[in-house]
């Protein structure tokens, strides 16, 4: 029998079973106090014993998160795909929360909020998978029983990006390389186009782990959990060659995905400028300015713009060159070149890491133009 007594912070429940823990709450109304007293007695002579259990209502969703991000064991897994920044938004939303109070609704109005913030699709695809890893650790390792279960698995997710299948246009690779502004750029943009390995396996790159003479780099983790070893070209030994030795041991020095993707950021930018104006130059060149009269017109951005390079720069940003192009596009490219060199299935397979046919068709795009040459 439910026992009710009212205290100061409201009308308290207690519920007692022998040989097992008991359990309590505190309601505003003494009705509420009635009704779950009710109800958990009645799913207790069904034998439901969660009811016993009331970790879920009393752990919150912050504490969770700091569980996981300490696990030693799941090291690996939280480096991938910046799961710690993820949860930190998760941890901004719902930390506060206790799990029983999570949810689904509550999960769904977060979801659509960060599509309205113009996150992509994939992009809150991620967010919610990390959230729910942090559920999923809470039932597996931390033996705490969920009400409901995960409510992220119950969600509608996103729909999902269809394949990307940019490749780099005529140009553009030497755009990059002309934009660079130190070893470690030349270094990352070659082993990327010349070895198709992840943005995070590079970054992970130890000098230990590379041998120059046999031409290979291992990879002792990657994103399928499992390790492999990459086979190095000329000029992605050369590439390696031409960088310093750091006294961490690491090959680059960017210690987080997120640093890079700044970086890249920039130096992307920055080709693209470079190529635009290139263009405008040309472009006044082609209406018969001469050299200072083409110097002032370069001058369009400052105070009085000459209104005929003001024309052509304004028309240029609709240039696509450079445009849309992530990181990540380039182990499409990488991949794509492969095949074009000859390499088989198994053999691409071997230096991209990928497990089934399926995925390493999603980042393999050959150039028909390059097919119809083979075909005669």
């Known amino acids: 029998m ?5 205290r100061k912070g409201g009308w308290r429940v207690q519920i007692r079973r ?26 207790l002579q069904r034998g439901n014993l969660t009811v016993l259990r009331q970790e879920a209502q009393r752990t919150t969703l912050s504490e969770v998160i700091d569980a996981y991000l300490a ?17 930190e938004a998760a941890r901004a939303r719902f930390g506060k929360l206790f799990l029983a109070n999570i949810r689904g609704l509550d999960i769904a109005a977060w979801r659509d909020d960060l599509l309205a913030q113009g996150y992509a699709s994939q992009s809150a695809r991620h967010y919610l998978a990390a959230l729910s890893v942090v559920f999923t650790h809470a039932e597996r390792e931390l033996g705490i029983d969920l009400p409901q279960g995960n409510p992220v698995r119950r969600l ?13 246009r005529p140009g553009e690779e030497d755009a990059l390389r002309a934009a660079t502004e130190n070893a470690d750029q030349i270094a990352i943009l070659t082993l990327a186009l010349e070895t198709s390995m992840r943005r995070g396996e590079m970054l992970g790159l130890w000098w230990e782990h590379i041998d120059l003479k046999r031409r290979t780099a291992h990879l002792p983790r990657t994103k399928n959990g499992e390790s492999r070893t990459v086979a190095l070209s000329s000029k992605a030994v050369e590439a390696l060659q031409s960088l310093p030795r750091r006294l961490d041991g690491l090959v680059f020095r960017w210690k987080t995905a997120e640093g890079f993707k700044a ?39 400052k105070r009085e713009p000459d209104p005929r390079a003001a024309a052509l720069w304004g028309r240029l940003q609709s240039d696509p060159f450079l445009d849309d192009l992530h990181f990540h596009d380039l182990r499409h490219e990488a991949t794509s070149r492969l095949f074009e060199k000859g390499l088989g299935i198994m053999e691409v397979a071997s230096m991209t890491g990928h497990k089934s046919l399926s995925m390493l ?16």
């Open 361 to 376: 068709k999603r980042y393999t795009h050959i150039e028909a133009e390059k097919l119809a040459k083979k075909l005669g």
């Open 2 to 6: 439910a026992h009710i007594e009212q």
């Open 71 to 87: 696990s030693p064991r799941l090291a690996a897994q939280r480096s991938r795909h910046n799961i710690p920044v993820r949860l």
């Open 263 to 301: 970086v890249w950021t920039r130096w992307l930018a920055r080709a693209r400028r470079t190529a635009l104006l290139n263009k405008l130059r040309t472009e006044l060149d082609s209406i018969g300015l001469d050299g200072e009269a083409q110097a002032r017109a370069l001058q369009w951005h």
């Open 18 to 43: 022998k040989g097992a823990q008991s359990i309590s709450r505190t309601f505003d109304l003494k009705a509420d106090a009635e009704a779950w007293g009710r109800e958990a007695e009645r799913e």
């Open 156 to 168: 509608a997710l996103p729909a999902a990006a269809p394949a990307r299948d940019r490749r780099l």
